[in-house]
Every structure is written in structure tokens, then in C-alpha cells.
């Protein structure tokens, strides 16, 4: 028996679920006034637990802004709790770099009213990733609370312990073993309140480690619960050897920082014995997932170091448009919104604040190329065309770039006269209306030209090259790629089969791959919060069918479309009756570049069917045992067949343990000899399948129509959320996934497939810069170079994670990890003049200073799987 019940009032908001954002936001501005009131009025009441989230506050504010100083004052008091973070996010198909602007966004506006919780509170999220305790570490957090995922095969049957990364960072854990809500609305009646915490205290009085339990007196969009004096006098007479009283939650972990010997445990925390994580809740409304993971990537790798780079130019660096993004984007990484778990209404949402995110971020980019490109010291008239390279390295590969002009024929020529040779592959007109509304005013109506080149130079790292455009009497090349009857590259040679497979030679490793690209269609009797089969199913798979397809190339890329329909069941009674009746389209679109082990792949899928799941295949040919994917920061290993499979059903498990996985950028299966890794800019979702376990099966998207459904053949009993029908969620119409493959010698950690997927989601941007423009800028009073370099990474096993301009505006951020096995050293060179190099938290705060000689060179040793942030001032 446990002797100390700390009972901690908090509400836990669902910003949106079934419900929408402003159903919760009426209810927040009611349940506010209360909370308020209760703290201000009460002296017995001490404390309320704001949920974690300053986005609450925000809502709030944003409707009772005359209210601010009143929380103010009570969270400088102690008694109304807040942050740390912007949004409580989702671990497992959120980047890194949006869990730690989460943070950095939710202290920045603790900052405003007072102390933040620093306790790194996850009570609802499904599953938890491995790398968060040095993420919570990174801003100086040691405390962590969460529920889901855990079990005694992790080391421990105790709901406290310490959780470490690979890294070192380490964490305090108090888990909720029953929840966040077993203290919602407790009653005051004796006999329902004794028969309910009797069960809660055969739990918690066993897995405690200490003398001190929780009662989280809290629930989803629960008003406060003012009679809870009631509930406690109550309490006292029923368990007279119990001491109950109002908390918070560092009480415990005071307590519990005095306890010697708890476990240390490494790894995530996925397992649904005792509670769901809904391991295949990553396809479901695969729309959005694949915008969440599009625009995450343009972000840190294109958005962020742009301005960077312009603002070491002499450009504003706009902290406070990014911030708008970041924030716009991670009102939609709480586990319910990009877990998708949620009603219609609240899926176009959630898409609508993608789009607004995305506007943005294109938006700003195109802004500061054009800023840049108009700085440059040549007459405003003149044309040029700047491609941005937003890597820390050299690149010379293909690029493609657009050049709109109503001169016939024009040259590209470099700062030092040098012509470019160039193939000009396409051209249309384009309306000056277009172009410039000014032109069309002013009574010129004569068209443009849009001409899509392809060349080839080196491009500086971390910065641009630009090229003046200009008019000649020479006639340009076309040279548009030609039909081939196979595709041959530096790396591959690729052929179809009649019904659309590749199959690829690898020219390094001597070896062919067949069949790759085949589509399986099979019943998903599930929700959206899980993937379901249909006992004694249909499956259906492409290799039957009739393909149209077309091979072209030219010196720079090569090309392949590929076409064709596949009959498929229309929803799940005519899978039962194993009738195909329905259809999905399915176009494969493929560029590969003709000097690099890359193979691009665009999927679009016209959906017609209902009840299903589409997965496409990967055949490596390399039988397995784990595969390899990343993970925020880092990598992680798993098993292609998770061992509680065996017993899942003898123990009660609350979900069978499949083995589908999330990935962030990558997933790959290699042996010594050599891989195949996945790249992803869309789909995050991933199952090794096959006699062999030798074939990715990566999720295209699921097509369910229940938010929530009971009795699920890999999870039985109650639905998930509520049984609420979701007709958007069969996702009928277009589905569109963006995909690369790689392969390698080595393992997919030497050959550094992180590095690869980085390259692959960092493309080579351009900017044609004429004398015409939509929107009129007045120029600078400065001039940019031709021709810039911002820093050059000089090792070749740290990949970057993103570089932006500190918070503080005091210098460039600089972030990076090391995803291969063992210590390695990151080397840079910074290439203009510097005061200080310091290595910071993820925070941005200073640790340490680091030593840099003359040429502006430096080094920072980096574990495996950590994390390191530098300040350059």
C-alpha cells in the first residue's frame, strides 16, 4: 500500500478530434473562467496543469486578451502550470526538427507569463521515440511523463525509471500505467468511489517504486471538477492509512529522485499490452501525412538555411514569418490531428493549415532568391538564372531549371565569361499577364517563352552561382530525350515488364533486382487508428496486368511513365466475395539521374475502391532479420518480426504487435555485401515482408471509413475514439506519394543512407530573375556576390539537420547528428570572417566554446545517434 496520493487537477485538450478547433475552443473559454476563478478564489486549491501546451493559452488569449495579466499573476504564483511544450506532438512521424521548435516555440512563450513545466509531458501520444530523452535534455528537461507503449519486456514492470538515448541523455520517467483520466469526474458517492480506485490502487500500489502514486484528476476537455473536496474527505475515510491531497506533478519526481536503483531502459516504446499505440495509424489519411513530410523537408532544408544564408548578405532574417510556419504547422502535430484520428471536418483542417504552411514556405523562399538575385552588381535589366545549393558540400550533377524570356535564342554565361552549354527539353508560352500585369497595361501583348533547360556545373556548398542570360544570334539546342528500349545510367540499367515492374541491374553490385515496384491491394477492415485484415482475404497484385509504358533519356536524366488499371474489389463485401468490381489507376513516374545511384519515383494512384490498402513492393533479395530506419536525429534497428507475436494473445495484449513501423526519411535492408534503401518525401510508413523477409512494403495509403471501430482482428474489444463514420478517409479520387531507391555496398549505415535521403530531399534550387515582376521591389543599398560559399562540411559521415539564424539574431545555427556506428568528428569551414564559435543546447543557450584556426576550420566530436547544435558569431 502506497501512502502518499498526490492528486493533480489538469484537463487534457484535444485542440481538435471529432470535435473541431472552435467547438474546443468554446468549450476552452468556458472551462478558463472557471480554472481561473478556482485558483484566484480558492486557497485550498494550489494547482492546475495547463495540459503541457501553450497553444491552449493562445486559443485562449486570442478570444479573452484582457485576461492575460490575470494568468500571468497565477503562473508566476505556481498555481496554473504551463509548457513546456507549443503542442503535446506525435513522436513518430514528426521530424526532429519539428519536435524541437515545439519546444523552443512553447518556452519562448512560457517566457511571457512565467516558469515552464519542465517536464517533457507526452500523456497521450502513441508511442514514444527513442531519441526523446536527448531532445527534453536539449532544453534542460529530466523529467518525463507519458502512458503509451510500454511493457515489462522493455527491463522494468515499475512505473518509474530512467530512459536513455543512444547518446547518453537520460530521463526520469513516471509513466500513467492507467491513463491520464482515472481521476476524471470521481464521484463522491462511497461505494462507486471505493469500487473504482480499489481497481486503481491494485495497479498503481504495484508498480510504484516509491511511497508516492498519482490520481491525474483530469480528462479530455473536462471542466475543473469543483467539488473535489468532497472527493478527497471522502477518500480520507474510506482509506484512513492514505494521506490525499491536491498536487503537482514535480512533488513526485522529488520524491522520486531520492530512489536509488531504479531501472535504466533503452529504446522505444511501441508495445500495446496495456495500452494502443496503433502501430498502422501512420498511412491513414496518407494526404496529409505525405504534406506533413513535404513541408517539414522544405523547411529545415531549403526554407532555413536560405534565409540564413541571405542574412549573412546583409537581408532581414524573418524569425517571426518562420515562427508563423512552425506554428501553423505544429497545430497540426498533436497525436490525434497528424495521427488523423479525427471526424471530416477536422481533416480539411488540418489540410487547410497545411496549405496556408506551404504558401508560406514557397512563398519566403521564392522571396529570398529574388532578394538575393536582384543584389547582384549588374544592371537591373539584365537577366540571370541563381541556383541555391542548400547542402555544406560541392555539387556537380544535373540541373534543371526554367528561363522565361521573348528572346528567341540566349547563351548562359558564369561571372568569368564562361558559356554553359545547355539543352533546351521543353518550351511553352506563357501570358505577360502572367509575367507582369504592367506589361499587358501598357498595350504589349506579345507572349513569352518558358524554356526548361537542363546543364551541368558545380555549385558552392551552403550557397548560390548565378549565370547572366543572354540574347545571342546563335540558335539554341532542343534536344528533348530521346525513346529508349531500356534506361542505362552511370549506375543502372533498367527495363519494364508488361505489367509495369522494373527490374533494375546495379552496375556496383553486379546484381539484379526484379519485380520491383509491383503493387499489392488487400482489405483493411480497420479504422483510422488501425490497419486491419480481413480474415481469409483477397489479395490482389499487379502482376497481371497490361502496362503502358515509355522510356526516354538524354545525357542528364533519364525517364521512365508507366500506366496501367488494376481491378480490385469495391469495398469489403465483394472482397468477401472475392468479386473485383472497382478499379485504382496507377501512374509511375521515374527520374534518375544519370551520375547518381538514385532512382525518383512519383506515384499516383486514382482510387476508386473502398476498404483497402495499397503497398508497394521492394524486392532486395537480402533475407533479414532487422531493418534499418531513421528515427529523429539518429537510426534504430528493429525486427522485421516482433517476438511478442507468439504471445500476444496468451498475454491480453491491447493490440497485435505487427511489425509496421514509421520511418522519417528512410528505410533500408543490406547485408555486408551491399543494400537497397527507401527515400521518402511522403509516406512514412513501412513493413519487411516475404518468405525471406527480404521485400519493403511501403504503405501508398489506407481507405477506411470509420474514425473508430470495435473488435478489430489485431485489436479486439471496444473501438478506438468513437465509432464515427469518415467517408473523405476511403480516400477515393487522386493519391499521390513521392519515393526514391537507393543501393549501396556496405550496410546501410556505411554507406550513410541518411546522407543519401538528406541529398534526395534537398534538391537543387533555381531563380530566374528578369526585369519584370508581378509584385515591385525597391533594390538594396548593397551588393551580393556572383558567386557564394556560407561553409563547406569536410568530413563525410555527419549529415545535417538544418542551419538557421539563432533565435537571439546573434549569429548562425548550425545543427547536425551522426547517424553511423561509433564516435565520429564533424569538420567544418566557415569561409567569412567569425568572432566566436560556441556549442549550444537545443535551446540555443552556450555550453562551451570551440576552438577554429585561420582559415575559419573547426571540429565537434559527435556520438552515434547525437545530436549537436554550434552558434557562429
Aim: some cysteine; glycine content about 4%.
Amino acid at each position: 500500500m502506497k501512502q502518499y496520493v498526490h492528486i493533480v487537477p489538469h484537463m487534457h485538450w484535444d485542440r481538435e478530434w471529432y470535435f473541431s478547433t472552435e467547438e474546443s475552443r468554446i468549450l476552452l473559454v468556458n472551462n478558463m473562467e472557471e480554472i481561473l476563478e478556482m485558483l484566484e478564489t480558492n486557497p485550498d486549491y494550489p494547482y492546475y496543469v495547463l495540459d503541457g501546451q501553450t497553444v491552449v493559452l493562445e486559443d485562449y488569449l486570442a478570444v479573452k486578451p484582457e485576461y492575460k495579466e490575470r494568468i500571468r499573476s497565477l503562473v508566476q504564483q505556481g498555481k496554473l502550470i504551463i509548457g513546456p511544450w507549443y503542442t503535446q506532438t506525435d513522436e513518430m512521424v514528426v521530424g526532429g526538427e519539428s519536435i524541437v521548435r515545439n519546444l523552443l516555440y512553447g518556452l519562448k512563450d512560457c517566457q511571457e507569463f512565467g516558469e515552464p513545466m519542465k517536464i517533457g509531458y507526452l500523456p497521450d501520444s502513441f508511442g514514444q521515440s527513442a531519441q526523446l530523452p536527448q531532445i527534453l535534455n536539449g532544453f534542460g528537461i529530466h523529467r518525463a511523463i507519458f502512458w503509451r507503449g510500454i511493457s515489462e519486456r522493455h527491463g522494468t514492470d515499475r512505473t518509474e525509471f530512467y530512459w536513455m538515448s543512444d547518446d547518453g541523455s537520460k530521463v526520469l520517467v513516471q509513466v500513467f500505467p492507467l491513463g491520464y483520466a482515472i481521476g476524471k469526474y470521481l464521484p463522491t458517492d462511497e461505494a462507486t468511489l471505493k469500487e473504482r480506485m480499489d481497481k486503481y490502487f491494485s495497479v498503481l500500489d504495484k508498480r510504484a517504486t516509491t511511497d508516492h502514486i498519482i490520481i491525474p484528476n483530469g480528462h479530455d476537455q473536462m471542466p475543473i471538477q469543483k467539488n473535489i473536496f468532497e472527493v478527497i474527505e471522502q477518500l480520507c475515510k474510506l482509506y484512513p492509512e492514505r494521506k490525499f491531497f491536491l498536487s503537482r506533478y514535480e512533488h513526485v519526481f522529488e520524491e522520486l529522485e531520492k530512489q536509488e536503483g531504479l531501472a535504466t531502459i533503452k529504446g522505444e516504446f511501441l508495445d500495446g499490452k496495456y495500452m494502443r499505440v496503433h502501430r498502422s495509424i501512420y498511412s491513414t489519411r496518407m494526404d496529409i501525412k505525405a504534406a506533413n513530410a513535404r513541408i517539414e523537408n522544405k523547411i529545415t532544408n531549403i526554407l532555413e538555411p536560405l534565409a540564413a544564408i541571405a542574412s549573412t548578405l546583409g537581408f532581414p532574417y524573418h524569425h517571426q514569418l518562420i515562427e508563423l510556419i512552425w506554428k501553423e504547422m505544429m497545430k497540426n502535430h498533436a497525436h490525434d490531428s497528424i495521427g488523423c484520428c479525427c471526424s471530416d471536418k477536422v481533416h480539411r483542417e488540418i489540410m487547410a493549415r497545411f496549405f496556408i504552411a506551404e504558401e508560406k514556405t514557397d512563398r519566403l523562399i521564392s522571396f529570398y532568391m529574388r532578394k538575393i538575385a536582384d543584389a547582384m552588381p549588374s544592371d537591373r535589366s539584365i537577366d540571370k538564372l541563381v541556383v541555391y545549393n542548400l547542402l555544406p558540400y560541392e555539387r556537380n550533377e544535373p540541373i534543371q531549371a526554367e528561363i522565361t524570356t521573348k528572346w528567341k535564342n540566349f547563351t548562359l554565361v558564369d561571372e568569368t565569361g564562361k558559356e554553359i552549354y545547355f539543352e533546351v527539353v521543353d518550351k511553352k508560352i506563357v501570358d505577360p499577364g502572367l509575367i507582369d500585369r504592367q506589361i499587358v497595361h501598357y498595350g504589349n501583348y506579345d507572349p513569352f517563352v518558358r524554356y526548361t533547360i537542363q546543364f551541368q556545373d558545380r555549385i558552392p556548398a551552403m550557397g548560390y552561382k548565378a549565370y547572366f542570360v543572354q540574347e545571342t544570334d546563335h540558335i539554341m539546342i532542343e534536344k528533348h530525350p530521346e525513346s529508349v528500349p531500356q534506361i542505362d545510367t552511370n549506375f543502372y540499367t533498367i527495363t519494364v515488364n508488361e505489367n509495369g515492374t522494373l527490374n533494375i541491374y546495379d552496375k556496383q553490385l553486379h546484381r539484379t533486382f526484379s519485380d520491383v515496384l509491383l503493387i499489392e491491394d488487400m482489405a483493411d477492415d480497420g479504422d483510422e487508428y488501425d490497419y486491419s485484415p480481413l480474415l481469409d482475404d483477397f489479395v490482389v497484385h499487379s502482376k497481371d496486368v497490361k502496362a503502358k509504358y515509355s522510356l526516354r533519356q538524354n545525357q542528364y536524366f533519364a525517364y521512365a511513365d508507366i500506366e496501367y488499371r488494376l481491378p480490385v474489389p469495391a469495398d469489403i463485401e465483394s472482397r468477401k466475395a472475392k468479386r473485383c468490381d472497382s478499379f485504382i489507376d496507377v501512374a509511375i513516374h521515374l527520374t534518375i539521374p544519370m551520375n547518381q545511384p538514385r532512382i525518383d519515383i512519383q506515384i499516383e494512384v486514382e482510387n476508386a475502391a473502398k476498404d483497402h490498402r495499397v503497398r508497394v513492393y521492394v524486392p532486395t533479395g537480402i533475407p533479414s532479420t532487422h531493418s534499418i530506419a531513421d528515427n529523429q536525429f539518429g537510426t534504430i534497428k528493429r525486427p522485421v518480426v516482433d517476438p511478442a507475436i507468439e504471445v500476444w494473445e496468451k498475454e491480453q495484449w491491447d493490440e497485435r504487435p505487427d511489425a509496421i513501423y514509421p520511418m522519417l526519411t528512410y528505410v533500408g535492408l543490406s547485408n555486408e555485401d551491399g543494400g537497397v534503401a527507401v527515400l521518402t518525401n511522403s509516406t512514412r510508413e513501412y513493413e519487411i515482408v516475404g518468405e525471406h523477409y527480404d521485400t519493403i512494403a511501403v504503405t501508398l495509403f489506407r481507405s477506411v471509413g470509420y474514425l473508430g471501430k470495435e473488435e478489430l482482428v489485431r485489436r479486439p474489444g471496444r473501438p478506438s475514439g468513437i465509432k464515427l463514420e469518415t467517408p473523405d478517409s476511403q480516400m477515393i479520387g487522386t493519391n499521390r506519394v513521392h519515393i526514391a531507391l537507393t543501393t549501396h555496398k556496405g550496410t546501410t549505415e556505411q554507406a550513410n543512407v541518411a546522407k543519401i535521403a538528406k541529398q534526395f530531399l534537398t534538391p537543387l534550387y533555381t531563380y530566374n530573375k528578369m526585369p519584370y515582376d508581378a509584385m515591385k521591389l525597391n533594390p538594396v543599398d548593397f551588393h551580393v556576390p556572383y558567386h557564394y560559399s556560407l561553409f563547406a562540411q569536410t568530413d563525410s559521415d555527419i549529415v545535417l539537420s538544418t542551419v538557421k539564424r539563432s533565435e537571439d539574431n546573434s549569429g548562425i545555427i548550425i545543427r547536425f547528428y551522426n547517424p553511423a556506428q561509433g564516435e565520429k568528428m564533424a569538420q567544418f569551414q566557415w569561409n567569412h570572417a567569425l568572432s566566436h564559435i560556441h556549442r549550444t543546447n537545443l535551446n540555443e543557450k552556450p555550453i562551451d566554446a570551440i576552438a577554429y584556426d585561420s582559415r575559419g576550420r573547426f571540429e565537434v566530436t559527435v556520438k552515434q545517434n547525437q545530436v549537436q547544435t554550434v552558434l557562429i558569431i
